[in-house]
């Protein structure tokens, strides 16, 4: 898969003041209006996990088939933070890792899903903005905790969504996927409306709170993880692990 043309792709940032700097210059880029794919083909979901020791990570994507949700492609990268654990920087952590797992599909997907936010994010330039500004796809962000705004809890049946707003602007939705059970946080990332990326969402839950894009890039970067990590945390006495460090807020 072919990658986007802006000059900073899999760019890292020498300081958090370079790296604050790179989202704003790179902000104006992000389409807001798309509308995006109204009926995509393929849809990916996008990774990380964390080794404990927060030294070593896991990027991983799975391409799903949009009709039946079955997996048709998928890769996984594993290597070394690419920046430091700053709040709100989390994409210059995580996109290099990211990006060579997309540059190793043999299917370009119609759409990118983040474990993170788009432009629910202080600087409304969150994880899925910046993958979707550098590859040039349409992407949104699925977050299972907020990183920015207020909202009104919205109606307990699936389908049902609230304004998450911040600083007075809408910048996502509060959406409920299942009946009676916790919503997630959706935001546009590039080139996708807010209600496309919504009506996305609930079209990738049929089961489950989370997207079965998510669902299944957090499996396999897990397993991804734990093979490779097995070995020296065995030699050490350790233990084998999977999860991401704040995973929830990823932006």
């Not at 629910?120 to 699925?142: E, K, Y």
């Not at 007075?168 to 299942?178: N, P, S």
């Not at 807010?194 to 894009?213: C, G, I, K, S, W």
């Not at 350790?238 to 995973?247: C, E, K, N, T």
Request: negative net charge; glycine residues 12%.
């Amino acid at each position: 898969m072919s990658g986007g043309s802006t000059p900073d792709r899999g760019y890292v940032p020498r300081s958090e003041a370079e790296a604050v700097a790179v989202q704003e210059e790179l902000r104006p880029l992000v389409d807001l209006v798309g509308p995006g794919p109204a009926a995509p083909a393929t849809v990916a979901g996008l990774d990380v996990a964390y080794a404990e020791s927060g030294d070593l990570l896991a990027a991983a994507v799975t391409v799903l088939d949009a009709r039946t949700l079955a997996v048709v492609d998928s890769a996984v990268s594993v290597g070394r933070p690419s920046f430091g654990y700053v709040p709100g920087l989390f994409a210059f952590r995580e996109l290099p890792a990211l990006l060579a797992a997309l540059d190793t599909l043999t299917t370009s997907p119609d759409l990118l899903v983040c474990d993170g936010h788009g432009v629910a994010h202080p600087r409304r330039f969150g994880l899925a903005c910046h993958l979707g500004v550098v590859t040039g796809l349409p992407a949104i962000g699925v977050g299972k905790t907020p990183l920015v705004g207020e909202w009104d809890p919205p109606a307990a049946e699936r389908g049902a969504w609230s304004a998450l707003r911040d600083g007075g602007e809408v910048v996502g939705r509060v959406l409920r996927t299942r009946d009676g059970v916790k919503p997630v946080f959706v935001s546009v990332g590039h080139r996708m409306s807010l209600d496309n990326a919504t009506a996305q969402v609930l079209a990738l839950t049929p089961r489950y709170r989370l997207p079965e894009t998510t669902r299944t890039a957090d499996r396999l970067c897990r397993d991804a993880l734990a093979g490779v990590t097995r070995s020296n945390l065995d030699e050490s006495g350790g233990r084998a692990l999977g999860g991401s460090i704040d995973g929830d807020r990823r932006a």
